[in-house]
């Protein structure tokens, strides 16, 4: 069982990684910019997981590892924000270019970001002596309105394909943190977090996944059409 969190990663990346050379999705050929997105994402993520693990917010289970630490992070946590982000882009773009009618009206997903940030801001207000609760919804605030501002329309297809990419990232999430096996291979210290779990999973997870995969999805669509526009100055 030390190699679960490997055999997950792996699993996770392995059809979205094939099926982006497809001759419809192409994927592969804007990998530069996908990989640079995951690269600065983990810039914020990464220093944010070694500092929790750190002070004991949450941390591992040595069971379900092979064994190898970097900055005190697992291997398998460091290929965590390339495998799953990277199979979370993929599956937005594949949901668009099967069902390229999946997309919100401009009002209905302003109302939900501006909703959404509401909820965040008073529950923030609230539990602001919980630190996974603290930081978590502190990103995903200012993100959701930096997105609406510069890139609304990310966000009228982002709130549906959401909502199917938490379909498999629950699943991955779930085995993470307990369910359907005998322990936790990611543990968690819920007096610094809300308390509420869904099945295993602490509710802030949603609002991490959230912010993970909408940053990728931002920054890759910045520098593609950044690319564009350079290639077109030419």
């Known amino acids: 069982m030390n190699s679960l969190y490997l055999w997950l990663n792996i699993g996770s990346i392995s059809i979205p990684f094939l ?6 999705l192409q994927l592969h050929k804007r990998f530069k910019w996908l990989f ?3 690269i600065l994402t983990m810039g914020i993520f ?6 929790f693990t750190v002070n004991g917010i949450w941390g591992f289970n040595q069971d379900y590892f092979l064994g190898v630490k970097i900055f005190s992070l697992p291997l398998e946590e460091w290929l965590f924000f390339i495998c799953i982000p990277f199979a979370c882009v993929f599956t937005h773009y594949a949901l668009l270019l099967y069902v390229p009618k999946m997309k919100l009206g401009e009002n209905s997903s302003k109302t939900i970001a501006v909703g959404l940030m509401l909820i965040l801001a008073l529950l923030l ?4 002596d919980k630190w996974y609760t603290l930081v978590n919804f502190s990103l ?3 993100l959701t309105f930096v997105v609406l501002k510069y890139n609304p329309k990310l966000l009228q297809h982002f709130y549906l394909t959401f909502l199917v990419i938490l379909i498999p990232f629950f699943i991955v999430n779930g085995i993470l943190t307990g369910s359907w096996i005998e322990n936790q291979v990611v543990w968690y210290n ?3 977090n809300l ?3 869904m099945g295993t999973i602490p509710v802030e997870d949603s609002i991490y996944a959230y912010t993970m995969i909408l940053l990728n999805l931002f920054l890759f669509e910045f520098f593609s ?7 077109g100055c030419d």
């Open 19 to 24: 099926y982006s050379f497809h001759p419809r």
């Open 36 to 38: 640079l997105s995951l």
């Open 46 to 51: 990464i220093p944010w997981d070694v500092i």
């Open 125 to 128: 207000i609230f539990n602001y």
């Open 140 to 142: 995903a605030i200012p």
């Open 190 to 192: 819920n007096a610094e």
């Open 195 to 197: 308390g509420f779990r």
């Open 225 to 231: 059409k950044k690319n564009k526009t350079t290639k």
